[in-house]
């Protein structure tokens, strides 16, 4: 078997969105990193699609670690059948355990905490803190508002194409997967070794 990230965040949804699809991909997701023995660490919470990706790659028997900030365990509620569950005393911390901990990270449908965490860990890449895949999963052309406005900011002289180009969007979490393959970042998409 080829050499995989030992570790995948997924940032996702706490809400399930409008599109079936949604609920798919964070399922598929879930699915396929415990089937090639990929741990997943996410938000920790049981609803949306953050529950959907945890309770997928459990059944699958998985490793999940689940990170979340104290206020948050009644309010997103927390999940309680993770492997691993961290408690943290806010949302800084909370990311900062998921970026030290992933190798990897896959932004699926999401709303407001789901963009602020992949701009953050975009910011941070940009900035030389790490050169660790950043991956949009593109599902039902979700994120292309979100595009949008990262090429607005080139386009407005804000952000340069180089910066940009630190986000990988794939259409789908198979293409996630291959694209977290440290050896084989540059290939486009060898699904065929999944």
Same mark, same amino acid.
């Given at each position: 078997?080829?050499?995989?990230?030992?570790?995948?965040?997924?940032?996702?949804?706490?809400?399930?969105?409008?599109?079936?699809?949604?609920?798919?991909?964070?399922?598929?997701?879930?699915?396929?990193?415990?089937?090639?023995?990929?741990?997943?660490?996410?938000?920790?919470?049981?609803?949306?699609?953050?529950?959907?990706?945890?309770?997928?790659?459990?059944?699958?028997?998985?490793?999940?670690?689940?990170?979340?900030? /104290?206020?948050?365990?009644?309010?997103?509620?927390?999940?309680?059948?993770?492997?691993?569950?961290?408690?943290?005393?806010?949302?800084?911390?909370?990311?900062?355990?998921?970026?030290?901990?992933?190798?990897?990270?896959?932004?699926?449908?999401?709303?407001?905490?789901?963009? /602020?965490?992949?701009?953050?860990?975009?910011?941070?890449?940009?900035?030389?803190?790490?050169?660790?895949?950043?991956?949009?999963?593109?599902?039902?052309?979700?994120?292309?508002?979100?595009?949008?406005?990262?090429?607005?900011?080139?386009?407005?002289?804000?952000?340069?194409?180089?910066?940009?180009?630190?986000?990988?969007?794939?259409? /789908?979490?198979?293409?996630?997967?291959?694209?977290?393959?440290?050896?084989?970042? /540059?290939?486009?998409?060898?699904?065929?070794?999944?």
């Amino acid at each position: 078997m080829v050499s995989r990230a030992a570790s995948v965040a997924v940032f996702c949804g706490s809400r399930m969105g409008n599109n079936p699809v949604f609920h798919q991909t964070a399922q598929n997701a879930g699915e396929l990193l415990a089937r090639h023995s990929v741990r997943l660490i996410y938000g920790g919470g049981a609803n949306g699609l953050m529950g959907v990706v945890a309770d997928a790659a459990i059944r699958a028997g998985g490793a999940v670690t689940g990170v979340i900030p /104290d206020f948050l365990k009644t309010r997103e509620k927390m999940h309680d059948r993770v492997s691993e569950l961290i408690v943290t005393s806010s949302m800084h911390e909370r990311k900062q355990i998921m970026f030290t901990r992933a190798d990897a990270f896959w932004v699926l449908p999401g709303g407001f905490g789901t963009f /602020d965490e992949m701009v953050e860990i975009l910011t941070w890449k940009q900035l030389g803190r790490h050169n660790k895949p950043v991956l949009l999963v593109n599902v039902a052309q979700w994120g292309d508002a979100v595009l949008a406005m990262l090429d607005e900011a080139v386009n407005q002289g804000f952000a340069t194409p180089e910066a940009r180009a630190l986000i990988r969007v794939v259409p /789908d979490v198979r293409a996630a997967l291959a694209c977290s393959i440290p050896e084989r970042q /540059d290939s486009p998409y060898p699904v065929d070794t999944l």
